[in-house]
């Protein structure tokens, strides 16, 4: 995998990684194997926001230590930037553990801006299918824009354009405002999201 810091400006986005080539070969097909007839089946109950479509029992394994390994990483990163990261106190490896799944997307679905909450100590994302799709928006620090359609940003969004097996990194923080959509293209959007959590938080 290859990882690069975006060249966008720090005091309005944070710190985001762009990630390339992020899963083997054998990765790619396993994932895309439990894409169940390239379908979305979302329960009434989520239809507001995309969906957890399965679990990753086999990238759980393999990626465990590597996710925690960047997590602290990148936090360095943000120690030297000064950025202060949305946690509760501080963690150590052996208090974290990561889970993988597929993410889908219902056509139609406008998801609003937002960072991500404390319990998720990581947001690793990886575009997985299908060949075009939207991308995850990125937005400048607005706190009036919280929860409002990026249609409302009067801001430029930026945006790591959509490639298959390509992603992203940043650990939750103020800056990290963003947000996804399936409105442009007929078709189900789907990606792997990793996490990281507290073991007594994680599910």
Do not use: C
Request: charged share 30%; no cysteine; aromatic share 12%.
């Amino acid at each position: 995998m290859k990882k690069s810091l975006v060249d966008w400006d720090k005091k309005k986005h944070g710190l985001i990684w762009k990630t390339e080539n992020v899963f083997t070969d054998d990765e790619v097909e396993y994932i895309i194997s439990k894409i169940q007839n390239q379908r979305v089946t979302v329960p009434e109950k989520y239809r507001p926001t995309a969906y957890n479509a399965n679990h990753l029992p086999m990238i759980t394994e393999s990626w465990n230590n590597k996710l925690i390994d960047l997590y602290f990483e990148v936090e360095k990163e943000y120690h030297n930037e000064g950025i202060e990261l949305y946690r509760e106190e501080d963690v150590k490896p052996e208090d974290i553990k990561a889970t993988f799944h597929l993410q889908g997307t219902i056509q139609g679905l406008n998801y609003p801006v937002h960072p991500d909450i404390p319990a998720k100590l990581m947001t690793f994302l990886v575009y997985i299918h299908p060949e075009k799709q939207e991308p995850t928006y990125f937005h400048e620090y607005d706190r009036n824009l919280m929860q409002r359609p990026k249609e409302e940003d009067k801001n430029p969004v930026k945006y790591i354009d959509w490639k298959v097996n390509n992603g992203y990194v940043f650990l939750p923080n103020k800056l990290s405002f963003h947000s996804y959509a399936n409105t442009i293209y007929p078709t189900e959007r789907y990606v792997v999201l990793g996490q990281l959590r507290r073991k007594n938080n994680a599910t």
